[in-house]
């Protein structure tokens, strides 16, 4: 990429943040009714006035109070490691953007449009794992309980926000750099209700955070989201793996060091990403779409123009089908790690599944 075109790039990325920014700062006085509007819909469940269905098994539920970027899909991956050699067991999504309606059960056959990138990416990862999407999380858990291996445990992803259903135990992300105590509601702000849904949870674990964190600062962020009797508090960062991973296996990133490389990322802050290559040394040029992005036919022929191209886990599931066998394209596989007392939380999964059985 020439300097002029780089510069151009920055130029129109820089406008239209400032330009979103403003376009949200003029949104400010509707704040108010977002903010009642999600605190009486909350109360009205609270209160027993709208009905929520509990269960008597083994119901964890992750979300967050943000729009994203929490690393709710990481977390999810967690979960099915710790317990799927334990217990039967399934996840639910919503299956954003799918093309599909009602319930789907993902399979090897299930495409980006029938089930959506998350749930396709889980069911790749874990082929002997239940996975299923259903908008409806009721109908979705009543028809994973009717199917065989029955599982007694489903991982609701992103559901933090689905009162119809109240799990057994709440998982609440926050990501370091963007604290739901720090942040207001839509359309300002990124919340999706008050700070106050934070109650709800079990466990509120601080993703993302530096691998070198001191116990200093956790020790303010602790005060500053002021936990209940409760809750537990956990801080937990993103490891990205040393190997990129495509269809004829693994390569060390060093290997793409001197070649032309273009990372593609469809998610809600590539920044950490773009940041953990700069650090390696690798040249590459970056191109940024929103969030569960759908790639048009022009944005896919020229993504095919391209020499070699590393993506997202998620992005690899929309962008596959479209390559062919011999193309160069590669996802970044990352997982979650536990700062600190990484073993206190896996015992309180144990022993909540323990005492719902």
């Known amino acids: 990429m020439n300097v002029k075109k780089l510069l151009s790039i920055i130029k129109v990325s820089f406008y239209t943040f400032v330009s979103m920014n403003i376009f949200r700062k003029i949104l400010l006085p509707f704040v108010p009714i977002y903010y009642l509007v999600t605190w009486l819909r909350n109360k009205m469940y609270d209160l027993g006035i709208k009905k929520s269905k509990s269960y008597d098994f083994s119901v964890i539920a992750v979300g967050n109070l943000s729009v994203g970027g929490t690393g709710k899909s990481p977390m999810v991956e967690y979960l099915i490691r710790l317990c799927k050699d334990k217990i039967e067991l399934a996840t639910l999504s919503r299956g954003y953007k799918r093309e599909t309606k009602g319930f789907q059960l993902v399979n090897s056959h299930s495409t980006?449009?029938?089930?959506?990138?998350?749930?396709?990416?889980?069911?790749?990862?874990?082929t002997d794992v239940t996975v299923a999407v259903d908008a409806?999380?009721?109908?979705?858990?009543?028809?994973?309980?009717?199917?065989?291996?029955?599982?007694?445990?489903?991982?609701?992803?992103?559901?933090?926000?689905?009162?119809?259903?109240?799990?057994?135990?709440?998982?609440?992300?926050?990501?370091?750099?963007?604290?739901?105590?720090?942040?207001?509601?839509?359309?300002?702000?990124?919340?999706?209700?008050?700070?106050?849904?934070?109650?709800?949870?079990?466990?509120?674990?601080?993703?993302?955070?530096?691998?070198?964190?001191?116990?200093?600062?956790?020790?303010?962020?602790?005060?500053?989201?002021?936990?209940?009797?409760?809750?537990?508090?956990?801080?937990?960062?993103?490891?990205?793996?040393?190997?990129?991973?495509?269809?004829?296996?693994?390569?060390?990133?060093?290997?793409?060091?001197?070649?032309?490389?273009t990372l593609v990322t469809g998610i809600a802050n590539p920044q950490p990403l773009v940041d953990y290559y700069n650090s390696l040394g690798l040249n590459f040029d970056h191109i940024s779409f929103p969030d569960h992005h759908n790639f048009s036919v022009e944005e896919l022929e020229e993504l095919k123009k391209k020499e070699h191209i590393i993506t997202t886990e998620k992005d690899y599931m929309r962008l596959l089908s479209h390559f062919s066998e011999d193309a160069s394209l590669w996802y970044q596989p990352i997982v979650m790690n536990f700062i600190t007392a990484g073993d206190s939380f896996d015992n309180q999964i144990f022993d909540y599944i323990k005492n719902e059985a």
């Open 112 to 126: 980006v449009s029938d089930v959506g990138d998350e749930p396709l990416q889980f069911k790749t990862k874990f």
């Open 136 to 261: 409806d999380r009721r109908n979705g858990i009543s028809k994973l309980r009717s199917h065989l291996p029955r599982p007694e445990l489903i991982i609701l992803d992103d559901a933090y926000q689905h009162r119809k259903v109240k799990a057994g135990f709440y998982i609440l992300l926050t990501a370091y750099y963007d604290l739901y105590c720090n942040d207001i509601v839509l359309p300002t702000g990124n919340l999706r209700e008050p700070r106050k849904g934070s109650n709800r949870a079990d466990i509120i674990v601080v993703t993302k955070c530096p691998e070198d964190i001191s116990k200093e600062e956790r020790t303010i962020i602790t005060k500053q989201l002021n936990l209940l009797p409760h809750q537990s508090l956990f801080f937990a960062s993103i490891e990205y793996r040393k190997e990129v991973t495509g269809r004829i296996g693994a390569k060390t990133i060093d290997q793409f060091i001197g070649k032309s490389v």
